[in-house]
C-alpha cells in the first residue's frame, strides 16, 4: 500500500473512531432498577452508556446476564443511587415510577422511562423501537426487531415438523398460577404452535388454575416452571400434590428454568427457541406422535 | 325432671351432630371448581372405570375432596375435643389447645423449619419440626405437672409458653430473608386444607388416634373433677396423671394436626361452650359431642371458604375466626344478660 493511501486510511480511522466516540457522549446516560429494563438496557444501549444496573441482573439464579451485568455497579433502586449516579434516564418498572422522590429527578433533570411490558409480537416490535429511540439508539433498535422476527420466522417454519396445531399445552407455576390470553406465556405457546390450554380452561390473563380443573381437562403437554417465588412450600403445595405428580408422569412435559429471568420484550424469542429444542429432543426420543 | 330431660337430649344431641356431619360430608364432597352432580358422584365412587369422564371424577373425589374432608373431620374433632378435655381439667372455660401453647409451639417449629429452608430438603420435616414443638411444649407441661403444680400454675406456664413461641415466630417474620419467606410462613400459620392427600392423613392419623383414645378415656375423671380437687383426689382421681393424660392427648391430637394444616382457632373454644348447656354440664358428656361439634363446625367453615373463594383461597383459620368470634362474644353476652 503507498505510504500516502496508508496515511489517509489511518486518519479516516482515528476520525471515525472520534465519531464514535462523540456519538457516544452525546447518547443519555441509563441507570436501570428492574431485572427486565436491566436486560433491554444490555441489549439496546451501548455499553459506554450504562452507569449502574439493579442487584438482580447479578444473580445468576434470577437474570440470563448475570455475567455481563457484573461489570456494571449494581443499585438497589435507590433514591440516594440514583442522584449519585446522575443519569440521564432511569429505567424502571411501573411500581418504582410510584417513588416519592420523582419531584427531585424532576429537579435534576433525570427522566423515569417506565418500561413496557408486551403482550402480543406486534407490541414487542413496537415497544422495543420505542425504547431504543428513547435510549438514542434507533438503528440498534431497528436491527433487533428483525433480528427477532427473522427468528420468529424460523420457529414458526419449524412448526412443520413440531407439528403440533392441534394439541394443548398448559403453562402451570408451583402455585397452580397460569397463563391465558394477552400473555407472554400466550406469545411463546402460539409461537411453538400450540394451543394453550389455560385459555380452554377460561382463564384470561394471569391467574389460577385449580387441580380439580386440571385433573379433570388434562392437557396434551405441560410446561412448567420453577419461579423462585413460587418454590416457597406453602405455594407449592400444588405441584407436590400425588394427583399432579401422576398428570406429569403421564404427560410430555416441557421446563422454562426458574433462571432464565424471561421478560415480557423481545427475549421471549429466546424462551420459545429454548422450548423448541427441547420439543425436538422429545421428539427423537420419543417419536413425533408423543 | 329436668335432668331427665336432658339426659334424653344428650344422645339426641350426637344423633343430630352425626346427621349433620354426614349432610355436610355430602354437601363437602359436591362442591369444589368442577361440578359434579350426586348421580354422578354416586357412579364415580361404584363405577369408577365405566369411562374416562367417571375416572376422573373419582380421582377428583377421591384423592382430592375426600382426604380434604376426612383432615377437616378430624382437624375439627381433635381441636373440640381437646378443648372440652382442658375446659374440665383446668375448670376455666377460656382453656383450649392454644392456651397451654401446644398450637403455638407446633407452630413455632414449622416457622423454623420455613425460616431455614428446610422444607425443600424434604417435604416431612415441616410436619415432623411442628410435631417436635408440640412435643417439647409437652414435655416441659408434663414436668411442671410432675412437680404437683396446681392448674392455676399450668395455665400461666401454658400462657407463657405460647407467648415465648408467638414472640419467636414473629422474630423469624421479622428477619425472614425475603417477602415470599414471610407470605409463607404467615400463610401457613392461617391454616388450611387446601391441597392436602392422603399422604398428610398417614401423617397424622396415628397422633390424632392414639390422643383422641387419651383424651376420650378421661371422662369419668374430669366428672369428679366438677366436684373440687380434694374431692375428687378422694374419689381415687390421680390429678397429676390426669393432668399428664389430657397435655399429652391434647398434644398429639392437636400438635400433628397443626403440623399438617397450620394453625386453626377458635374452634377448641367456641364448640365446648356451645354444647355444654346440651349434655347437662357433664365433662364426660361434652368429650364426643365436642369432637363432632368441632368436625361439624370445621367442615362447615371449610365448604363456607370452598363457597367463598373465587381466585384466591381464603384461609381456614380466617374463617375459623370469622365465624367463631362473633358467636363467641354472642354466647358470652347471652349468659350474661341470663344472669339477674
Keep these: 500500500m503507498p505510504r500516502g493511501l496508508l496515511q489517509i486510511s489511518l486518519l479516516c480511522c482515528l476520525l471515525s473512531v472520534g465519531a464514535a466516540a462523540g456519538q457516544t457522549d452525546r447518547l443519555p446516560t441509563i441507570v436501570s432498577t428492574h431485572l427486565c429494563a436491566d436486560q433491554l438496557a444490555l441489549s439496546l444501549a451501548a455499553p459506554e452508556q450504562i452507569i449502574s444496573l439493579s442487584y438482580k441482573s447479578q444473580d445468576p439464579k434470577r437474570s440470563r446476564y448475570a455475567v455481563s451485568a457484573q461489570a456494571y455497579p449494581a443499585n438497589r433502586g435507590s433514591s440516594e443511587e440514583i442522584i449519585q449516579f446522575k443519569p440521564n434516564i432511569v429505567l424502571a418498572s411501573r411500581r418504582w415510577k410510584n417513588h416519592p422522590q420523582q419531584q427531585q429527578f424532576d429537579m435534576l433533570d433525570i427522566r423515569v422511562i417506565v418500561v413496557p411490558l408486551s403482550n402480543s409480537w406486534q407490541e414487542v416490535f413496537v415497544n422495543t423501537q420505542w425504547l431504543a429511540d428513547q435510549v438514542g439508539r434507533t438503528e440498534r433498535g431497528h436491527t433487533l426487531i428483525l433480528e427477532v422476527q427473522r427468528r420468529l420466522q424460523a420457529l414458526r417454519e419449524s412448526e412443520s415438523m413440531l407439528g403440533k396445531p392441534e394439541k394443548s399445552l398448559l403453562y402451570l407455576r408451583p402455585n397452580g398460577g397460569s397463563s391465558g390470553e394477552g400473555t407472554y406465556i400466550d406469545m411463546i405457546i402460539e409461537a411453538l404452535g400450540f394451543r394453550n390450554h389455560a385459555s380452554t380452561l377460561g382463564l384470561k390473563g394471569w391467574g389460577q388454575l385449580a387441580l380439580e380443573n386440571i385433573v379433570m381437562y388434562p392437557p396434551d403437554y405441560f410446561l412448567l416452571t420453577g419461579h423462585v417465588r413460587d418454590n416457597t412450600h406453602g405455594k407449592s403445595r400444588l405441584s407436590r400434590h400425588p394427583l399432579l405428580q401422576e398428570l406429569l408422569d403421564q404427560h410430555p412435559v416441557l421446563i422454562l428454568p426458574s433462571d432464565t429471568g424471561y421478560c415480557a420484550d423481545w427475549q421471549i424469542i429466546d424462551a420459545a427457541e429454548y422450548l423448541a429444542e427441547q420439543m425436538i429432543v422429545m421428539i427423537l426420543a420419543n417419536g413425533k406422535d408423543q | ?340
Excluded at chain 2, 352432580?37 to 364415580?44: D, P, V
Excluded at chain 2, 405460647?162 to 391454616?191: E, F, H, I, R, Y
Excluded at chain 2, 369432637?291 to 373463594?309: F, T
Design chain 2, 1 to 340: 325432671m329436668k335432668g331427665q330431660t336432658v339426659y334424653r337430649r344428650y344422645p339426641w344431641l350426637n344423633s343430630g351432630l352425626v346427621i349433620l356431619l354426614l349432610l355436610l360430608t355430602l354437601v363437602s364432597l359436591r362442591i369444589g371448581p368442577v361440578s359434579i352432580s350426586t348421580s354422578e358422584l354416586i357412579n364415580a365412587l361404584v363405577h369408577s372405570q365405566d369411562s374416562n369422564q367417571t375416572l376422573r371424577h373419582n380421582m377428583i373425589l377421591i384423592e382430592l375432596r375426600l382426604p380434604r374432608l376426612l383432615l377437616a373431620i378430624l382437624v375439627g374433632g381433635s381441636l373440640g375435643i381437646s378443648g372440652a378435655a382442658l375446659q374440665g381439667l383446668l375448670r376455666n372455660p377460656l382453656a383450649e389447645p392454644g392456651l397451654i401453647g401446644v398450637s403455638s409451639c407446633a407452630g413455632l417449629g414449622a416457622v423454623i423449619c420455613l425460616y431455614f429452608g428446610l422444607s425443600t430438603l424434604s417435604i416431612w420435616l415441616l410436619p415432623t419440626m411442628a410435631m417436635t414443638g408440640a412435643a417439647l411444649a409437652t414435655l416441659l407441661l408434663c414436668w411442671i405437672g410432675r412437680h404437683h403444680a396446681g392448674n392455676l400454675t399450668l395455665i400461666l406456664s401454658g400462657i407463657a409458653l405460647s407467648s415465648l413461641a408467638a414472640a419467636l415466630t414473629s422474630l423469624a417474620l421479622n428477619l425472614a430473608p425475603s417477602p415470599a419467606d414471610v407470605q409463607d410462613m404467615v400463610l401457613w400459620l392461617l391454616g388450611s386444607l387446601n391441597y392436602r392427600s392422603f399422604n398428610d392423613i398417614q401423617l397424622c392419623f396415628p397422633f390424632v388416634l392414639i390422643g383422641l383414645i387419651l383424651l376420650m378415656s378421661c371422662g369419668a375423671k374430669l366428672d369428679a373433677l366438677t366436684l373440687g380437687e380434694a374431692e375428687a383426689q378422694s374419689l381415687g382421681v390421680n390429678l397429676p396423671e390426669l393432668q399428664r393424660q389430657i397435655i399429652v392427648g391434647t398434644a398429639l391430637s392437636v400438635g400433628s394436626c397443626v403440623a399438617v394444616t397450620g394453625t386453626i382457632g377458635f374452634v377448641g373454644l367456641v364448640v365446648p361452650h356451645l354444647l355444654r348447656r346440651w349434655v347437662d354440664y357433664h365433662p364426660s358428656r361434652l368429650l364426643l359431642s365436642s369432637a363432632l361439634g368441632g368436625a361439624v363446625l370445621l367442615l362447615a367453615a371449610d365448604i363456607a371458604l370452598r363457597l367463598l373463594s373465587s381466585t384466591q383461597e381464603i384461609m381456614l383459620g380466617v374463617v375459623t375466626a370469622l365465624i367463631g368470634a362473633p358467636f363467641f362474644l354472642f354466647l358470652v353476652l347471652q349468659q350474661k344478660w341470663r344472669v339477674p
